[in-house]
């Protein structure tokens, strides 16, 4: 199986910042590569697929780049209702796996 | 509205059963990629199981030979039949969508999950 490293694991900002996470791969993956946002009690939410593709409704402040083993996700300007959890996930191979999370809190 | 509802959940001891159900609405399970994933309390996320539109099955090492996939076409539902239970399947459980056409992809509809709580 592939296994991804996200980091970092707690990241803590205000609103209007700009963050970044990354998300390191085992090996590569093209860009077989999709975000997910998912807030307390709730259940993920796709953000982008195909390393930067925006999903239908998405605001356009996320973006994702990368490719091979190497992938971001940027918010160019939070907002109060980014706050949550996010996790990449390949699916170059089988089984899909999911990276541990990147908690986005307010400072 | 195009909808995922998950049923099923519960407590059960160790070395029981339990069978989830995911209602779809909206789009026909049958013609879709549908997959199981979990998530264990605090923590991460899991793939556990996918059935494909043509009905070929596949699970993860953890559940394999204990855990099986099925749907009920005219009730456009997805099941997974959890048996031999142990205390790490504990987790809530989510039915997932995956439209990518690939036969591994993502997934862009989510239901909101059942939890299952394996202890005695």
């Known amino acids: 199986a592939i296994w991804m490293t996200q980091s970092p694991s707690l990241l803590s900002a205000s609103t209007g910042d700009r963050v970044t996470i990354s998300c390191r791969m085992s090996?590569?993956?093209?860009?077989?590569l999709a975000w997910y946002q998912q807030k307390p009690g709730k259940a993920p939410e796709l953000l982008i697929y195909?390393?930067?593709t925006l999903q239908s409704g998405v605001p356009s402040r996320f973006s994702g780049s990368g490719s091979g083993t190497d992938f971001t996700l940027t918010i160019s300007c939070l907002q109060s209702e980014d706050f949550a959890t996010y996790y990449c996930?390949?699916?170059?191979?089988?089984?899909?796996?999911f990276g541990q999370g990147t908690k986005l809190e307010i400072k | 509205e195009v909808q995922l509802v998950e049923s099923g959940g519960g407590l059960v001891q160790p070395g029981g059963s339990l069978r989830l159900s995911c209602a779809a609405s909206?789009?026909?399970?049958?013609?879709?990629?549908m997959s199981w994933v979990r998530q264990a309390p605090g923590k991460g996320l899991e793939w556990v199981s996918v059935?494909?539109?043509?009905?070929?099955?596949y699970y993860a090492d953890s559940v394999k030979g204990r855990f099986t996939i099925s749907r009920h076409n005219s009730k456009n539902t997805l099941y997974l039949q959890m048996n031999s239970l142990r205390a790490e399947d504990t987790a809530v459980y989510y039915c997932?969508?995956?439209?990518?056409?690939?036969?591994?992809?993502?997934?862009?509809?989510w239901g909101r999950g059942t939890l299952v709580t394996v202890s005695s």
């Open positions: 195909a390393a930067s």
């Open positions: 997932a969508r995956d439209s990518s056409g690939a036969p591994v992809g993502y997934f862009d509809l």
């Open positions: 996930q390949q699916y170059y191979s089988f089984p899909p796996t």
């Open positions: 059935i494909y539109s043509g009905g070929s099955t």
């Open positions: 090996q590569g993956i093209s860009s077989y």
């Open positions: 909206g789009f026909t399970v049958s013609s879709n990629y």
